[in-house]
């Protein structure tokens, strides 16, 4: 089967060799419109303050790990997954349970919310994706009416609605991506060209809604036209497998989060790698990440149970959050950006939102002896200091001082 | 230890990179220069050479990372978590103690890439010599493990209890302090590839993927053929100075920024800090009044003014004064149509074209003569994008004409000055006395009416 159809002076080494050279060539292109970088262009940017973010609802009730989530676009409900097959659908602001479901597998790596917030999608290691429609009829079992959608011929590990109900985006561990129609089940456009699992994927928000992008193990970040199914941009810098994909705000980059440790910043027309984002002594793979509302700050959800946040613009870490006690498996930004929502194998998911404390610089005083935090705050509830909303009176907008080295004071050994 | 390290062919490694990471830290620990402290540690009579502190531990990733204590602690643990440090005193607990306890590099030998996966045998192995050594010395769900074992490999049991007491008596020929140090790297060996109850296992991985060489793809002609294509277009591929792009992030970031509640708050309060979900009342996609931030995004771009559906309704109200409505429904029937069920695709066609394209239609789109051809032929064979050209066409007029005039016009200037800034809440003083938190009905609760948004349509809430 591999020498089928060879024309002549064609054989797969050939074509594998043309692939590399092409890629090299590739690279040379790419690099001579690079004239800057982005943390140079950041300079003039004010630097942000430091964050103090608190969880504010901790949703427990999955008896397993929670592997992934999704915001309703009525900005409080929220669709998890867990891996003993339980999806469940909380209002996440009253922490009620509103429906839950036991899918017939195990390991539901995928859920989705539909945009009108009346079905819901998940799939993983049965292959399949699944819509079930929401219903508050006490009489009508959920899982009477589900509906299988989409077929893959190894786990399913992304999906996503596109602008309605009616058609779904799947990404699967056989190395495609695919679109069905949610009603008749029909595979309306397959993608292939990723050499290995696909592992995640998001929709651009842009004008003709008609791209998306994929990351997958075999590091490469990919863009393809709904369309047509063909890709348009491909991006391999990553070292190791892409975890989690997701755009910018402006639709121009995304976003990527690796298990090499590392999240990086792809722009679209510039078409190469703008930005890295890591640190010595993040040595753990990220597994999600998504964009505040600004695009201003990266949330990055890691298999060593933090979430780092990234600010995007000039590349450095603003802030390190713990709470969760086993690793961060999927991390939502909520659709109108008020919180974020992280989800754990450690079975629980917790919403923060975000609570700018300002460092106000008060004359006299020497850095050990400011109020509040001076660095980030254990928030296993043993914080000693308030969490402060914005008040009047103090200036907004993030603050251009150095902030000082971080006190030695421990918080978690009294 | 009756088995080897693990031939996978470098296959562990390479799917943990994490693992290659940590133990070239440990490396650099043990450095006799850069390294952490070493000191001998006294146990009773033994001396332990080069034990280290979890102070010093935390200390030198401190000063190595330039990171929190809080951070460097975490990290600790972990490594202790992962088997790369072990406690002298007391192995049953694995974690990063910030007293005088004692902790040592694990060896090479146990790393968790080098002998992964562990062996049954050789967990048998270990339960029968901690058996033997001391009698009930075993916790509980060693017991459970000893006794699963038993019966899965009772025909080579023999082999099992022999072996255990080769090597019990061969520790007995090391000096005190020698079979302490590898008594305890054992343990923890086996504590992390066998945690009991209750401790989550950091060897796992959810569920199996494929790299590259293993190959679920399969790498056939056609596939290099399809990369090589993709890779001659991208060639080909018009770019952007990167200074272009950039300097547009921060464009957008700094025009974003008050409307991003991270960054700037939210009027009158953010509902997760304060328990009070007014400020998604006064959002509500129906909201009669909107905010002054939602009417200013309306400026941002076209998108977004089309994304909201108050936005897209006043815009509306304003094509029907300059008598061009008919570009705007045009537009939404398109994208019904692009983004409804497959079964409807023919009949929205042809109600499409009924309505906006057929000579003589009651709402007829002004599409260049090009285009319209264009659209006619493919026509015969309807599906869902047989429309893109058209209504691409047709939202570049809008963009380019109509909403920049919307924008100056006093329709929009009007709804800015009425747009309501809402006051901001004060946090309450005893935030313990909680407003109870209502229940908003799901959208799921509401009519049918509501699923049939195509396009970036809100959830009513």
Redesign the interface.
């Known amino acids: 089967?591999?020498?089928?159809?060879?024309h002549e002076n064609?054989t797969?080494a050939s074509?594998?060799s043309?692939?590399e050279s092409?890629?090299g060539?590739?690279e040379e292109?790419?690099a001579k419109?690079?004239?800057?970088?982005?943390h140079q262009?950041?300079e003039r940017?004010e630097a942000l303050g430091q964050f103090v973010m608190k969880t504010?609802?901790t949703l427990k009730g999955h008896g397993n790990k929670v592997l992934c989530m999704d915001w309703?676009?009525?900005?409080?409900?929220i669709v998890s997954s867990s891996q003993d097959g339980k999806v469940i659908v909380w209002?996440s602001?009253?922490t009620?349970k509103?429906h839950a479901v036991t899918m017939p597998c195990t390991?539901v790596?995928a859920c989705a919310y539909?945009?009108?917030?009346?079905?819901i999608a998940c799939g993983g290691?049965d292959n399949k994706c699944s819509v079930y429609?929401?219903?508050?009829d006490k009489n009508e079992n959920m899982a009477a009416k589900k509906k299988s959608v989409a077929m893959h011929t190894?786990?399913l590990s992304a999906c996503s609605f596109?602008?309605?109900?009616?058609?779904i985006l799947t990404a699967s561990?056989?190395?495609t991506c695919a679109l069905w129609?949610?009603?008749?089940g029909?595979l309306?456009q397959s993608f292939?060209?990723?050499?290995?699992?696909v592992?995640c994927l998001d929709l651009a928000?842009?004008?003709?809604?008609n791209t998306f992008v994929s990351g997958g193990?075999?590091k490469k970040a990919m863009v393809w036209d709904m369309?047509s199914g063909?890709?348009v941009?491909?991006f391999e810098t990553h070292?190791?497998?892409i975890n989690s994909v997701r755009y910018?705000?402006?639709g121009?980059?995304f976003a990527s989060g690796s298990?090499?440790?590392t999240c990086r910043l792809y722009?679209l027309?510039?078409?190469?790698e703008?930005a890295i984002y890591s640190?010595?002594?993040i040595?753990?793979?990220a597994s999600s990440v998504d964009f505040?509302?600004?695009?201003?700050?990266l949330f990055a959800g890691y298999?060593?149970?933090?979430i780092n946040v990234w600010d995007?613009?000039k590349g450095s870490r603003v802030s390190?959050l713990?709470g969760h006690?086993?690793r961060v498996s999927t991390l939502r930004v909520s659709p109108?950006?008020?919180?974020f929502c992280s989800g754990s194998?450690?079975h629980t998911l917790r919403?923060q939102?975000?609570?700018?404390l300002l460092e106000v610089a008060l004359p006299g005083l020497e850095p050990s002896d400011r109020p509040g935090p001076s660095?980030?705050v254990?928030l296993r509830g043993r914080a000693r200091t308030t969490?402060?909303?914005?008040c009047?009176g103090i200036k907004?907008?993030?603050v251009s001082q150095k902030l000082p080295k971080?006190a030695?004071?421990?918080?978690?050994?009294k | 230890m009756a088995a080897g390290p693990a031939s996978h062919g470098g296959h562990p490694r390479a799917q943990k990179p994490h693992l290659s990471k940590m133990e070239r830290m440990v490396v650099s620990m043990q450095d006799p220069d850069q390294g952490v402290k070493m000191r001998s540690q006294r146990l009773l009579i033994t001396v332990i050479p080069h034990a280290v502190t979890g102070n010093d531990v935390m200390e030198w990733l401190i000063h190595k990372y330039c990171i929190t204590e809080e951070e460097a602690l975490h990290l600790g643990t972990l490594l202790v978590r992962h088997g790369y440090l072990y406690p002298l005193r007391d192995p049953c607990h694995l974690e990063l103690r910030l007293d005088e306890t004692p902790y040592r590099f694990q060896t090479p030998y146990f790393w968790m890439s080098t002998l992964w996966p562990a062996a049954e045998l050789d967990y048998a192995i270990y339960l029968a010599k901690k058996n033997i050594r001391k009698r009930g010395g075993l916790f509980d769900h060693e017991k459970e493990h000893y006794d699963q074992l038993h019966r899965k490999i009772s025909h080579t049991w023999d082999l099992v209890v022999m072996q255990a007491r080769e090597q019990l008596w061969a520790a007995k020929q090391r000096r005190k302090g020698d079979r302490l140090v590898i008594a305890c790297q054992e343990q923890t060996y086996w504590l992390v590839n066998r945690p009991p109850p209750g401790v989550p296992s950091v060897l796992e991985q959810g569920p199996e993927r494929n790299s590259c060489t293993a190959g679920r793809v399969q790498m056939t002609v056609d596939f290099y053929r399809r990369e090589v294509e993709c890779l001659r277009k991208a060639l080909g591929r018009a770019r952007v100075k990167s200074s272009v792009c950039l300097e547009a992030y921060l464009k957008f970031s700094s025009q974003r920024g008050p409307h991003d509640p991270i960054m700037s708050g939210c009027l009158p309060s953010n509902p997760w800090v304060t328990d009070n979900d007014t400020y998604w009342a006064m959002n509500a996609p129906s909201a009669a009044v909107p905010t002054r931030l939602r009417v200013e995004q309306w400026a941002f771009s076209f998108r977004e003014l089309l994304e909201d559906p108050v936005g897209r309704a006043h815009f509306m109200d304003f094509l029907r004064k300059e008598f061009s409505a008919e570009n705007l429904s045009f537009w939404e029937a398109c994208e019904e149509l692009r983004h409804g069920g497959q079964a409807q695709v023919p009949a929205l066609v042809d109600a499409v074209y009924q309505q906006f394209l057929a000579p003589g239609a009651a709402r007829w789109v002004n599409i260049d003569s090009r285009t319209m051809e264009r659209t006619l032929v493919g026509l015969g064979r309807p599906h869902r994008h047989v429309l893109d050209d058209a209504q691409l066409h047709i939202y570049m007029l809008m963009k380019k004409d109509s909403y920049p005039r919307f924008l100056k016009s006093d329709l929009y200037k009007d709804l800015l000055a009425e747009a309501v800034v809402p006051p901001e809440t004060k946090r309450r003083v005893f935030p313990f006395m909680r407003k109870p938190r209502h229940s908003s009905p799901s959208p799921a609760l509401l009519p049918a009416s509501a699923s049939r948004e195509p396009s970036g349509g809100d959830g009513e809430a």
Not at chain 1, 1 to 6: E, S, V
Not at chain 1, 205 to 209: L, Y
Not at chain 1, 408 to 413: G, I, K, M, V
Request: hydrophobic share 30%.
């Open positions: 089967m591999a020498t089928d159809g060879l064609e797969l074509l594998k043309e692939a092409l890629k060539k590739l292109e790419r419109l690079h004239d800057v970088e982005l262009v950041a940017v504010r609802r309703c676009k009525d900005k409080r409900r209002d602001f009253t009620n509103e390991w790596m539909a945009p009108s917030g009346c079905a290691l429609p929401l219903t508050f190894n786990y596109t602008n309605s109900d009616m058609q561990g056989d190395g129609d949610v009603e008749s029909q309306l292939h060209g990723h050499g290995a699992d592992l928000p842009s004008e003709t809604g193990c075999d369309r063909q890709c941009q491909a070292e190791s497998d910018y705000p402006s121009d980059a298990d090499d440790a722009d027309r510039a078409d190469r703008v640190k010595e002594s040595i753990f793979g505040s509302l600004s695009g201003r700050l298999n060593d149970y933090t995007v613009l390190i713990f006690e086993n109108d950006g008020t919180a194998w450690d919403a939102p975000q609570a700018l660095a980030p254990n969490c402060k909303t914005t009047s907004m907008g993030p971080p030695f004071q421990s918080t978690l050994f």
